[in-house]
């Protein structure tokens, strides 16, 4: 049974992390791209952040996920280390096309917001975690490695809510999508916040999180 929620965690991501491969397989203006202007998607700069946001994003969340397993950190830490830094370059690029792709995002300056907040935070703590690991400092980066991924996570929990909001909502898209643009990733952080004080991080060999 504790298998269980491992799995969901892991099969989620999976799949939401495989989700940017529809848009080479179909007509790409569909779902959220239905709503953009045909300037907007003509835009050669908007789709450069657009597509490394949600390729690079996805291999983010791909690999990302794994470095949460106590029997690779344990028994594997080269391959542990090795997707690590997969996981930190895939967070850094994607975090800051996220941040640019943001400003153009649907439903207006709420929308806006909440997205570019969610990229600098998702940037930050990753970028934090990446210079603490530099210096040597374990518990804060496998802190801030935490929370990174919680904001990482933002892209399955955004696509758990969406459809909630959409029909609570009777069928309205962009009302939708202004809550979503915060409910997607502020919940995410506090179960992060959450996790971190109930680890009481106090000997790195022994915690089961992000290292590399």
């Given at each position: 049974m504790k298998k269980i929620p491992w799995l969901l965690f892991a099969g989620l991501c999976t799949v939401v992390g495989l989700y940017p491969s529809v848009y080479f397989l179909i007509d790409r203006k569909f779902g959220l791209l239905s709503s953009k202007s045909e300037i907007l998607l003509a835009d050669v700069f908007w789709n450069l952040g657009f597509y490394t946001h949600i390729i690079i994003g996805g291999i983010a969340l791909l690999v990302g996920w794994s470095q949460f397993s106590k029997e690779w950190r344990?028994?594997?830490?080269?391959?542990?280390?090795?997707?690590?830094?997969?996981?930190?370059?895939?967070?850094?690029?994607?975090?800051?096309?996220?941040?640019?792709?943001?400003?153009?995002?649907?439903?207006?300056?709420?929308?806006?917001?909440?997205?570019?907040?969610?990229?600098?935070?998702?940037f930050g703590t990753t970028l934090k975690a990446f210079l603490d690991i530099r210096q040597g400092d374990i518990n804060s980066h496998q802190k801030m490695m935490i929370f990174s991924f919680a904001a990482c996570f933002a892209a399955v929990t955004l696509r758990l809510w969406l459809p909630l909001l959409i029909v609570a909502h009777h069928g309205e898209f962009e009302p939708a999508y202004r809550i979503v643009a915060w409910l997607c990733w502020v919940p995410n952080?506090?179960?992060a916040a959450v996790m971190v004080r109930r680890l009481?991080?106090?000997?790195p060999s022994r915690f089961d999180g992000f290292s590399l």
């Amino acid at each position: 049974m504790k298998k269980i929620p491992w799995l969901l965690f892991a099969g989620l991501c999976t799949v939401v992390g495989l989700y940017p491969s529809v848009y080479f397989l179909i007509d790409r203006k569909f779902g959220l791209l239905s709503s953009k202007s045909e300037i907007l998607l003509a835009d050669v700069f908007w789709n450069l952040g657009f597509y490394t946001h949600i390729i690079i994003g996805g291999i983010a969340l791909l690999v990302g996920w794994s470095q949460f397993s106590k029997e690779w950190r344990l028994h594997r830490p080269g391959l542990h280390r090795r997707i690590g830094k997969v996981y930190v370059a895939s967070a850094l690029l994607s975090g800051v096309a996220g941040i640019y792709i943001g400003f153009n995002a649907t439903g207006g300056i709420v929308a806006k917001m909440g997205f570019i907040a969610l990229g600098l935070v998702w940037f930050g703590t990753t970028l934090k975690a990446f210079l603490d690991i530099r210096q040597g400092d374990i518990n804060s980066h496998q802190k801030m490695m935490i929370f990174s991924f919680a904001a990482c996570f933002a892209a399955v929990t955004l696509r758990l809510w969406l459809p909630l909001l959409i029909v609570a909502h009777h069928g309205e898209f962009e009302p939708a999508y202004r809550i979503v643009a915060w409910l997607c990733w502020v919940p995410n952080m506090g179960v992060a916040a959450v996790m971190v004080r109930r680890l009481a991080i106090r000997q790195p060999s022994r915690f089961d999180g992000f290292s590399l």
